[in-house]
């Protein structure tokens, strides 16, 4: 399932997918590093929103060096 995601004022793909133990797992299309989990989909979905941010964070410094 798609879903879009709006960090930093931009807009990022996330593909959520159910998990078969139970859970969501979400990968940033534009960004394959930035990967996460919930219990739920919104879950989810906040915690890739973390990770759009940790990745976006590290990309910024390594540009600055």
Known sequence: M???ARVRGR???VVLDKD???????QCVELPAA??????????????KEAIE???????????K
Do not use: H, M, P
């Open 35 to 48: 990967i996460s989990q919930g219990d739920t989909k919104e879950e989810a979905l906040k915690n890739v």
């Open 11 to 13: 807009e990022f793909a």
């Open 20 to 26: 078969a133990d139970g859970g969501y797992s979400a």
């Open 2 to 4: 798609n879903r879009r």
């Open 54 to 64: 940790l990745v976006l964070e590290v990309l910024t410094r390594r540009a600055g």
